[in-house]
Each structure stands twice: as C-alpha cells, then as structure tokens.
C-alpha cells in the first residue's frame, strides 16, 4: 500500500516537473494560428482591411472579429486560400473595403519634392530613403503599392504607377484553345 | 542508400540503363550535315540583346557612339557574379535600343547595336597556353568571365553551375554529346570536326571542378564522332576519358534523362547532378571553355543548324551572337519556296519566331525553317478521353493528364504536389495525344504561373521582415524617448538647488494669487 502511494507521488511530481520544464522550453510565444493566417496575407500593410497592418488583420480575423474578404490587394486568391486555410465559405471582397486592382508602386517626382519627411514616415516598410529637405526617393523593389504616403505629401508629388514586368519575369501565357464544339460552330454551315 | 547512390553514380557509363517513356522520332539530320561548318561573314549590323537567359537583363558597360574592340565586355550581369556579354566583332556602337530579341514572348528587348568596322580585330588577349599550371580557382574564374553559357539550349551560365559544382565536390564530369532532338546537328557537326577542342575542354572543366573522370555521351548513330572523338582523347595523352554511346530516344538528351541512362539513378525533384557528383555539360560548353582558357576568347559565336525543308541549302554556321537570322538564311541560299514558319530551336521545344530580324542568341542551337506540308494541320482540342498515352510517354514520370487539369483549374497546389515543376517540357505528351490537348503550353503557362507565386510569397515575405523591423524600431524608440524622460526628471528631483528654486517659484506664484483675491 505504502509503496503504490510512494510510487504515484513520486511519478506524479516527476511528471509534474517535466511538464512543467517543457511548458518553458517549447513555449510558444506567438499564436501559430494568427502566423498561418499572416503567411497568406500579401503583406503590403495598406490597412484597407481597417487594421493597422496585416498581422493585427491575421490577428482579428483569428479572434473571429473580421471577415476574410476585407483584403483588396489580396483580391480573390487571398479569399479563397484563407477560406481553404480556416474551413470556411469563400466570400466576394467586400466593396467597403477597395476593389482588387493591379499591382502598383509609388514614385516620387523629384523635382518637386520639398524633403519633408511626412511620407517616410508613413511608409509601412522603410521604403523610402531620404532626410529632412533632401530629395526623397522610393526604393521600387520594397515599395508594397500601399498608397499610405499619398495622403501625408503636401505638395502631392508622389505618383502611384502600374509595376511593368521585366523581360526576365516573363510569364508563358493562358493558352488559348478552341475547343472541338467551338471548332465546329466556327465552320460554315454543311462543312462538317 | 545515400553513399550506393554515390558509388552507383561513380560507376558512370559502365552500365546502361533505361528511362522512361520517350519517343523514337524521325532523326532528320543528314540533310544539314551533308556540308562542312561555314563560317558566316560578318553583318552589317549586330543586335547584341542584353537578355541572353531567363533571369534579368545585364547592365550595358558601353554608350552609343563607343569604338570597341572584338570580344570587348558590352554588359554584365552582377547578380550572377561577373557573367557577360561581349563584343561579336570590333566597330561602333551606335545605340542601345529596343530590338526583337529571339525571346519566346516575342517581345522587344534592350540590344547594343554594332556597326562593324571590317577589321574584326580583337582586343589584347589574355591566353593561357599552359593552362595546366593554372589553379582550379583561376580556370573558374577565366570560365565565369567569358561569358560562358550551357549551349545545349538551357544556357544556364556555366561559370556559376562550375563555382558551385566545386563547392559541392564532383567526381565525374559528363560531357552531353547525345543531341536526340530532330533535325538538330550542330553537336554532331562540333564533335566531327573540333575533336580535340572538346577533349580540351573536358579536361579543363574536369580540373576547374575537381572531377576525376569525363564521360562524353554520344547517340549511336554517330558513328564517325565516336572514331573522331576516341582518335582526338589518344592524341591528347589523357586518361580517365569515356566515350559512350547511348540509344537515340528522344529526349535522352535531357540532362535528367542522359544521367539515369548512365548511371540508373534519378536526380531527385528540386535536386541538380552535383547531388550525386555529377556534372552535366554540353560538347558546345567544352569548346567554348577550351577557348576561353587556351585563347582567352570570349564566347562570341557558336554553331547554329540551319535547316528544314524551307531553306534551299540546310548546313551548320559558325554565326556571332547577335547576328540576324536573315543573313544565315541567306547563306543557306535563301527561303525555299513554301517556307512559312521560322522556329528557333528543334521541332520539339523551340519556339516561332515572327521575324528573320532577330539576332542570333546564345541559346540558339538550330533555326528551323518548315514548309506548309510540315505542319500538321492545327487540329480542333477534344476533351481528355484518358487513354493515359501522355503517361507513358513522359520521361519525367509525370502524369500529364492529372496535371493538366489542375493547371486549367488553377489548383496550383495541386500542381506542385503532382510535379509540374519537375516538367522538362519535350513535348512527348503534346506529339501523342490523341485529343490534341496543347499540354506543354499548359505546363509552360502552369510553370510560369507556379514561379509568379513563388516570387510574390518572397516579396511579401521581405515586406513582412521590413514591416516588423519598423514595427521593433519604433518601438524601441518610444521606449528610449520615455527612458530619457524619466530620467531628466529624476535628474531635477535629485538638485536640491534647483528644488530650493521650484519651491520658491510656487511660494511666489501663491502669494501674488493671494494679493489678487
């Protein structure tokens, strides 16, 4: 009797201090959830969907307090992986929030800059490079296209321009074939 | 199982094996091999594009109106290291601009335009006679600035595929001599005629990357190249060259395909050959390498087959980069008569060019001219009847039917788990199938489309990075502003000086209120 009483206490607080030690050491600081969720976002940190960046939009739509179709950048392709992701219906992307439009980036037009600062700080990803009245500049390739450094400029100088591919980014396009019925109806009557 | 691979890969060429699938097709080769390799004179014109491989343009290093001497740097692409394009011949340039640049995409791209000056003379050379005193850090070093490709039509820049094969640790050096796509001879031609050249440069690349064998693979109906080459490795003293002949089946040529022949072993998905100590180079590369080491020649021409029943005289041309296909043509005496497609590379995997315009590339192994009565007729698609010919045929072990539906559905992830990547697109599935699906140009597009995606999940990622970045430093800033607060107060509480002076100041301010009320 002593013994089995002996034995659970001691195997309890064995496992009681293993527990205990690996609750420290595999913690897990940031909800794995809201981090599969923001690895589907585009990251252009816009705050079109009404939060402040794409984590706390990860963070809110985890917490069920948004929807999943409030990512205009994201567009459709977002809509459906998130839906796919968190095993919901895919939504239309809710017109409050922005239509999906091409890809764009912000170019600065130098002559008119007067180096205020205002859209540097605006800027979500440090991609604007200058200092206090000296041209400013927007590095392209960080550039997201969020528009957030329109509003602050006050002379307007910052111009919002479709993102050309390389030649190098080329892609092969949709091929485009016509199917045997649509063949057949392209051919005269009594061809066939 | 990690070291029998090795061993087996060791084993190169002792053994045959068999790949999958693939298809015997017509060979059509006599025709453009019937004549000796004619060297092209020069144009009055040269098109040098700054997109000579997948990837981004090279930076042009001259300006219009610029004297330059043959085999002159004209571009450079940094983010690969020191690759380049060079001069074709010496004269001017008289601009950079934008010129049709034998691209799949048709489109235009950005060309350094060369009015030759008839001298074709070349800039001060840097030859190495004796190449075998030379370090195998240097050799790589010469290979990287030659501006050296993979000339079998992947033209993967060869000095960077050799920095990292010596990094990796090769033991066998696999020169690509099988040229299994029809009508294509310029690899038959170079070896029957430049045998020596090709043993020179197995054995340069073999020291660049510390290989200690060379196994030059060639197709067993070429049998002079195999006397050629035997006769070219006896003369040269060296040891630990192979000479094997492999089975012609299209496309045993493949980099994939040829190692699986040679040594029974896949080189797995997402892998290359250095994952079992191989390297894979064409007989062209060798050459070039050969004289970029020996001579100090920059790659500036390269053996281009031309061919087809709409050319009246098919042979192989020593043509410079950047010449345009018209002047080929011409001295293959001109169109025949029901010429109307122009495609450069092979009937398999080359693409439609829209105009003779377009300069010669690095890429370009063969230009193909086909008549009307060569063409199949463009026939209507019928649905996937699933008779699993596709299958059978590819030599990737994929499944093309499986994969063709989920590229027309967008089920990209689909996709990759099916292999799409793994694609070498030959066209075997495409030449069988009996509905006429156009399932490479699926794949091409599913590719692209899958590599978008993949570039896009890396932008968003770095922006992700800069955000958070920003995110910690504005952070951390707040706090240090809040620190410094803190602290200028604490400094003013700890003066008893200037305490005595506070509190008199408010004594101050009390009393006159006092007086006030």
Redesign the interface.
Known sequence: MLIAILSITVLGILFGLGLGWAAGKFRVDSDPVVDQI?AV?????CGQCNFP???PYAAAIAADEAGINQCPPGGETVIQALADLLGVEALALNPENGAEQAKTVAVIDEAICIGCTLCIQAC????ILGASKLMHTVIEA?C?GCDLCLPPCPVDCIEMVVKAP??????????V????R???QSLPVGAA | MQRDALSQAQLAGERLYHFHGGLRLRHNKKISCETPVEKLPLATRYFVPLLQHTGREAEPLVAAGQKILKGEQLGCFRHLGSDCVHAPTSGTVTAIANHPISHPSGAEGRCIVIKPDGLDEWQTLDANEDWEQASPATLREIIGRSGIVGLGGAVFPTGYKVRQASERGIHTLILNGSECEPYISCDEMLMREQPDSIILGARILQKAVGANRTVIAIEDQMGVVYTALSEAVKNSGASGIDIVKVTTIYPEGGEKQLIKVLTGLEVPSGGRPTDLGLLCQNVATATAVARAVVEGKPLIERTVTVTGNGVRKPRNLLAQIGTPISNLIDQCGGYAPGAVRLILGGPMMGYALSSDSNPVIKAANCILVLTEDDIRPPQPEMPCIRCGECARVCPALLLPQSLNWSVRSGLWDDARDFGLSDCIECGCCDFVCPSHIPLVDWFRFGKSELKLLGLERDTAEAARQRFEARETRLERLKQERKQRIEEKKRALRNDSEKQKKIAAAIERARSRQGKDS
Do not use: I, K
């Open positions: 923001n976002l585009p990251q252009t940190q960046g794409c984590r979500p990803v440090d991609a960080e997201t390389a030649p190098g980014e080329w892609a092969w396009p949709r091929p074939t016509d199917t045997a649509e063949h057949a």
